[in-house]
């Protein structure tokens, strides 16, 4: 059994900050790939940034849209992986989910979610 729980969203300003934290447990074996997707109600969920958890050298991956303003990081020793959002705008509002690509010592790799968490940024 796998958990991805995520945390640190809320209701902010534009122009500020927020920062999410996801962390996962279980019985995880190998952690291949951890990131950020969003939603907003009636639209498709999208990815926002992910890295590999696996080879330092791979660069993440942001959308067009939140270059320049977010970051993702990670720390492996706790599989746990965060996302710095800055100079947030409205069109930020959205549910945040988390996203794991790993294997577990029963199961192959495997894409889990989590509950997500609700930013939401008023002008």
């Known amino acids: 059994q796998v958990q991805l729980v995520e945390s640190g969203g809320g209701s902010v300003r534009a122009g500020g900050s927020l920062r999410l934290s996801c962390t996962a447990s279980?019985?995880?074996?190998?952690?291949?790939?951890m990131g950020w997707w969003r939603q907003v109600p009636g639209k498709q969920r999208e990815l926002v940034a992910t890295m590999s958890a696996m080879y330092e050298s791979i660069s993440p991956n942001y959308a067009d849209s939140v270059k320049g303003r977010f970051t993702i990081s990670r720390d492996n020793d706790k599989n746990t992986v965060y996302l710095q959002m800055t100079s947030l705008k409205p069109d930020d509002t959205a549910v945040y989910y988390c996203?794991?690509?790993?294997?577990?010592?029963?199961?192959?790799?495997?894409?889990?979610w989590g509950q997500g968490t609700p930013v939401t940024v008023s002008s």
């Open positions: 996203r794991a690509y790993l294997s577990t010592y029963t199961t192959d790799f495997t894409t889990y």
């Open positions: 279980g019985s995880i074996r190998v952690m291949n790939r």
